[in-house]
Structure formats: structure tokens, C-alpha cells
């Protein structure tokens, strides 16, 4: 296992698309022990795989229930809505920031052996998951900050 350099704000890799996991290798596996070394090193709660440099639908989670790690994540449901302040490896030098995100989300993925599950998170846990996936389309929470809102 290895601690990965985790880029920031400027580094346009954050701002590309990641590309679905077609096959788990052990290079998938490498890249999900040193992700979630990475992220216990930065003691952060989550880690995406664009965040190490890596274009792949990946990341991972630790909310305080236990470390999930997430391969080709889709979120299906999403309701209720939330204030909260968010933070982020890949910003740093900045206070957290509110954001608004759903309140309960479902997301599908697969484990590191290929099986599927789905999980139902909500608060913080939510605000990761949702935080997390916009990594993986070149999506920044500080695009989704709250803004007083504009009447037309
Ligand atoms: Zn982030």
C-alpha cells in the first residue's frame, strides 16, 4: 500500500469525466488499499479516484460507520434536502462552505469482488455519496455552493 498525492483546485485532471470499471483487476485493487490509505492519512471522509489522478469511477467513504468503498456508483434515488458545510482533499486553504444536497440518497455500485449491492445513506453520509459521485463527472462542490438567489 502506498499514499497516492492527492491534487487540487487547478489540476484540470478534477475536471474530466471517469471512465466506468469494465474489469477488477489487481491494479483496481492496488488503487482501493492506497485510496483508502490516502484518505485515513488525510483524514478526510471521502476520496474519489480523479482525486489520486486516476480516471476511474472509484471512491471511497468513511462517514464514522466503517470504511465502503464504491465502484461504478449510481445514484437512484435522492430526496429531502439538506444545509451543510462540506470540505473537500481536493480544495484546500478554505473553510467549508455550505452546500445543499439531498437528504437521503440509494446508490448501486459493486464491491472489490464484483458484487453488487445497493446502500441507503442519509445526512452526512448522503452529503459524502453525492459529493463523492460529482468527482467522478469533473464536478466540484465550490460549483455548487449556495448563492443568494438570483430573481428575474
Ligand atoms: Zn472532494
Known amino acids: 500500500m502506498a499514499i497516492r498525492k492527492i491534487i487540487t483546485i487547478g489540476d ?54 466503517g470504511l465502503v468503498e464504491f465502484i461504478n456508483p449510481v445514484i437512484t434515488e435522492m430526496s429531502g434536502e439538506q444545509d451543510g458545510p462540506e470540505g473537500c482533499l481536493s480544495v484546500p486553504d478554505r473553510p467549508n462552505d ?35 459521485t460529482d468527482h467522478l463527472d469533473g464536478i466540484l462542490y465550490i460549483d455548487k455552493m449556495n448563492k443568494p438567489e438570483v430573481k428575474k
Do not use: W
Open 12 to 65: 484540470e485532471t478534477l475536471r474530466k469525466v471517469s471512465k466506468e470499471v469494465e474489469v477488477i483487476n489487481k491494479r483496481t485493487i492496488t488503487l482501493l488499499d492506497d485510496m483508502i490509505q490516502t484518505l485515513r492519512e488525510a483524514q478526510g471522509a471521502g476520496l474519489a479516484a480523479p482525486q489520486v489522478g486516476v480516471l476511474k469511477r472509484i471512491f471511497v467513504a468513511d462517514c464514522g460507520q
Open 98 to 132: 455550505t452546500v445543499k444536497r439531498p437528504m437521503y440518497v440509494t446508490v448501486e455500485a459493486i464491491d472489490r469482488n464484483g458484487k453488487p449491492f445497493t446502500m441507503k445513506a442519509s445526512g452526512l453520509m448522503a452529503r459524502c455519496i453525492c459529493h463523492e
